[in-house]
């Protein structure tokens, strides 16, 4: 394969023109695909900038035809395959379930939108396929694994405590800029451990975002089918269906009990009645914001190595987090504020004192878990409740690493 050439580029439309073997095409900003050029202006694909159209052919060659060497994971969207690009990058390929989502029109159109978001702790969609039913998305590789794999999997080493922190600042960076650096705002709904990727310094990048929107056949937030992932979803999904910016809070609270305590959404090894993180952890948390004692939260493993106030900032926005009323959860900007600069936490209240009824209630809580399992169990045999999926995708993306002011 000979060499990558620069892509020809006027104004910010690409034109990506035929090299031997690979044939690329690139669509302009209006979604018409530029037709082929002469051989003569052969470039490949270029790696940032842009959205990329992959032929299925070239997806065959990238992923050696899909071999299950190049597996690395596979969640409730698809399978993903670690794919080596062109010019010599890899990459991280995603297959969606087929016979699922959108018509192509509606696809693009998604696609369009997630590719042009750019952050630090986002990753980077770089291309994508359409063949026939088939859905192909392409995302840069992030090498250093998932959070649920560092908290959960025995082979990887303990995360120390200004790892943590550091990871809960990044992905709620992240989360922010989504829900208010974007227009019109994107809301995850499948936040947990392992869609938040990290790269070799610990920094994280949350994936995934979009992707329940490009895998359903509605252009509502109200879902056809089960969505986000058992021990995550905020307990009005289970009544409503709906899901909103503040869902994302209540997902991503949960992931900071992960980062306090070590422990899984849901851990089935533990004793009756404490199986659920959240719910074993409700009490515990008013007990520690209210004495300041950490020990019963802390995972163990950090063998009490953490900064106290950081271990207090982090406790008290997790209770903020994952309040059983939305409205009264705070916005992912003042939870990404409060992390990582100290501001106090009043800021995160909305009004609501620690230790009030609208952090919980357990019995609705369980009532809410058995309706989610007859909800997967029942018309939606296909769910997309896989509970701990290893997804990859890309290394860190370039961009603002602000934070949207409020």
């Known amino acids: 394969m000979p060499p990558p050439k620069k892509s020809q580029m006027k104004g910010d439309v690409h034109y990506y023109v035929e090299s031997p073997g690979f044939g690329y095409n690139h669509m302009n900003n209006g979604g018409s695909i530029h037709p082929l050029r002469s051989p003569s202006e052969a470039t490949p694909p270029q790696m940032s900038g842009g959205q990329i159209l992959f032929s299925y052919d070239q997806i065959l060659e990238i992923t050696n035809g899909f071999s299950s060497e190049n597996v690395i994971g596979e969640g409730g969207f698809g399978r993903v395959y670690k794919a080596l690009m062109p010019d010599g990058r890899v990459g991280a390929l995603k297959l969606l379930k087929a016979g699922s989502g959108q018509g192509e029109r509606e696809f693009r159109a998604e696609v369009d939108t997630i590719s042009r978001v750019h952050h630090r702790h986002l990753v980077s969609l770089i291309g994508y396929c359409i063949a026939e039913q088939q859905r192909v998305l392409i995302y840069e590789f992030v090498p250093n694994g998932n959070l649920d794999q560092h908290l959960h999997e025995s082979q ?37 451990s392992s869609n938040i990727l990290l790269d070799d310094s610990y920094e994280a990048q949350v994936a995934d975002f979009g992707l329940a929107r490009l895998t359903d056949d509605t252009n509502t937030h109200v879902s056809t ?125 909305n009004g609501v004192k620690f230790g009030q009824s609208t952090i919980y209630d357990s019995g609705q809580y369980n009532e809410d878990i058995m309706r989610f399992k007859r909800m997967a169990n029942g018309s939606f045999a296909d769910s997309e409740f896989d509970m701990y999926s290893s997804e990859y995708s890309s290394r860190e993306t370039s961009g603002s690493a602000l934070v949207p002011k409020s």
Not at 158 to 172: E, F, N, S, T, Y
Not at 184 to 192: A, L, T
Not at 303 to 324: G, K, T, W
Request: aromatic share 8%; proline share 6%.
């Open 225 to 349: 089918r089960v969505m986000g992932t058992f021990g995550y979803m905020a307990p009005e999904y289970a009544t409503s269906g709906k899901l909103t910016d503040r869902s994302d809070v209540f997902s991503f609270g949960v992931v900071l009990l992960e980062l306090v305590t070590g422990r899984k959404p849901v851990d089935p090894t533990q004793p009756v009645g404490d199986e659920s993180l959240v719910e074993w952890a409700r009490p515990i948390l008013l007990r520690a914001i209210e004495t300041g004692d950490f020990s019963e939260l802390a995972d163990p493993r950090l063998h009490r190595q953490y900064i106290d106030s950081e271990m207090f900032r982090m406790i008290e926005a997790a209770a903020a987090c994952i309040r059983h009323s939305a409205p009264k959860r705070p916005r992912m900007v003042q939870i990404a504020r409060a992390l990582d600069s100290g501001d106090q936490l009043y800021d995160l209240s």
């Open 156 to 192: 990887w080493n303990v995360l120390d405590w200004p790892k943590r922190m550091k990871i809960a600042i990044g992905a709620a960076r992240g989360l922010a800029y989504l829900h208010e650096g974007c227009n019109p705002k994107i809301i995850h709904r499948d936040i947990k």
